[in-house]
C-alpha cells in the first residue's frame, strides 16, 4: 500500500508567489518523521524541513513552511516567495519510528517550474 | 559538517561487467548505509539497508546476488552492481545516518551515480 502520496506531478508558480505542495501519509505508527527533500537536475538531494509527529508546531525553516494536518495526515510544504532557482523535483517522505537509523520511504514527487 | 561522498557521479559500463559505487562519510561516522535507486522522472526506491560489520537487509524484489552492498566500516559504505544490463541503467544515490546532535534530519545524501549500462 503506497504510504506516502503526492498527487500533483507537476504545478506551475509564478515568481514572487507563494505555492503549497500537497503530501498525504499513512502510519499506524504514533511516532513518525516527514521530510520533504529538494532534487534539482543535478540529482542530489537537498533537506528542506522536518516535522516530527509529536511536534506541536508546524516547522519553518526560512522561506519553506509545512503545514501539518495530523488528522487529516497530510504533510504540505508552502514555499513563500518563490525564486527561479526553486525550480525542481520536490518529495516527501516518511520515516516511521522513533529512531532515524529507520529508512525514509519516499513519494512519487511533484516537479515544480517557477516562471519569471 | 555531514558530507557523504559518493563516486564516481557517472559511468558507462559493458554488459556483463560489474560495477563499484563507493559512499564515504567524511566528517561523521555511518552506522546505517541506505542505498536507493531512481529510474528517470520516478521516485527513489529503497533497495536495501545496511549496518556497519552486518550483512545487509535488502527489500523485497531486489537481487541480493547482482546488487553486492558492503558496508565494512563506519566510513565507507559500497554498492556492486554485478553483471550488469541495460535495465540496471539508472541513478543509484546512497544516504548515512549517523551524523551526530542531528537525530532527525540525520539523512545525509550522496551526490549519485548515474549508472548507464551498453
Redesign the interface.
Known amino acids: 500500500a503506497q504510504k506516502i502520496t503526492q498527487t500533483q506531478p507537476g504545478m506551475f508558480v509564478q515568481e514572487k508567489e507563494a505555492v503549497t505542495l500537497d503530501c498525504t501519509y499513512d502510519t499506524s505508527d504514533p511516532s513518525y ?1 516527514l ?1 520533504w ?1 529538494k532534487q534539482p537536475s ?4 537537498i ?1 528542506l524541513i ?1 516535522q ?1 509527529s509529536y511536534d506541536q508546531q508546524n516547522a519553518t525553516e526560512g522561506r519553506y513552511s509545512l503545514n501539518f494536518q495530523k488528522a487529516r495526515k497530510s504533510a504540505n510544504l508552502v514555499i513563500s516567495a518563490s525564486q527561479l532557482g526553486d525550480s525542481a523535483m520536490y ?1 516527501c517522505a516518511m520515516r516511521e519510528g522513533a529512531d ?2 529507520y ?7 511533484t516537479r515544480l517550474l517557477v516562471r519569471p | 559538517g555531514a558530507v557523504v561522498s559518493q563516486h564516481p557521479s557517472r559511468v558507462i559500463c559493458k554488459s556483463g561487467t560489474s560495477v563499484k559505487i563507493e559512499c564515504r562519510s567524511l566528517d561523521f561516522q555511518a ?2 548505509m ?1 542505498w536507493y535507486r ?1 529510474f528517470p522522472k ?5 533497495m536495501a ?1 545496511s ?1 556497519e560489520g552486518s550483512k545487509a537487509t535488502y527489500e523485497q524484489g531486489v537481487e541480493k546476488d547482482k546488487f553486492l552492498i558492503n558496508h565494512a566500516s563506519l566510513t565507507l559504505s559500497t554498492l556492486t552492481v554485478t553483471s550488469a544490463h541495460p535495465e540496471d541503467s539508472s ?1 543509484y ?1 546512497c ?1 548515512a ?1 549517523g551524523y551526530p546532535g542531528r ?5 545525509t ?1 550522496g ?2 551515480t ?1 549508472l548507464t549500462v551498453v
Do not use: C, H, V
Open positions: 518523521g521530510f527533500y543535478s540529482g542530489e538531494m533537506f522536518y516530527g518529495f532515524s537509523s529508512k525514509l520511504i519516499f513519494g512519487s514527487g | 552506522t546505517t541506505f531512481q520516478q521516485s527513489l526506491m529503497l539497508t549496518n541513478f544515490i544516504s545516518r537525530p532527525y534530519d540525520g539523512y545524501f551526490s549519485g548515474r
